[in-house]
């Protein structure tokens, strides 16, 4: 099983930037989907931007490309998120995700079907 903690939420103006970072552990296959999600009060948990730490892949949600950013340390088995233009719509529970198949299934890379989850940390951005 990976166990995932992620760290870097908090309150930002909008317009403004965060990082998150997911530290991993505990990893028994070679390669994994490491993928951000959120989940705001009343709505479903979206997936955000996934990489496939093998190949380098990149995925996002149409509703984030161009302001975020992921991306991975493998040193340190650390997976960051860059939120740069941040909005209030943004504003989310984040969790961090790893599934060592997402990612070469068509259609699941950003569906919340991942078997390892974070606790999650709060991004809020306020208008």
């Known amino acids: 099983q990976v166990h995932l903690v992620e760290s870097g939420g908090g309150s930002v103006q909008a317009g403004g930037s965060l990082r998150l970072s997911c530290a991993a552990w505990g990893y028994t296959y070679s390669s994994y989907c490491m993928a951000w999600f959120r989940q705001a009060p009343g709505k479903e948990r979206e997936g955000v931007a996934a990489?496939?730490?093998?190949?380098?892949?990149?995925h996002y949600a149409d509703s984030v490309k161009g302001r975020f950013t992921i991306s991975q340390d493998n040193a340190k088995n650390t997976l960051y998120l860059q939120m740069n233009s941040l909005k209030p719509e943004d504003t989310a529970m984040y969790y961090c995700?790893?599934?060592?198949?997402?990612?070469?299934?068509?259609?699941?890379?950003?569906?919340?079907?991942?078997?390892?989850w974070g606790q999650g940390t709060q991004v809020t951005v306020s208008s």
């Open positions: 990489i496939d730490t093998g190949r380098g892949t990149t």
């Open positions: 995700a790893a599934d060592p198949h997402a990612c070469l299934v068509p259609g699941r890379v950003l569906n919340p079907s991942y078997n390892n």
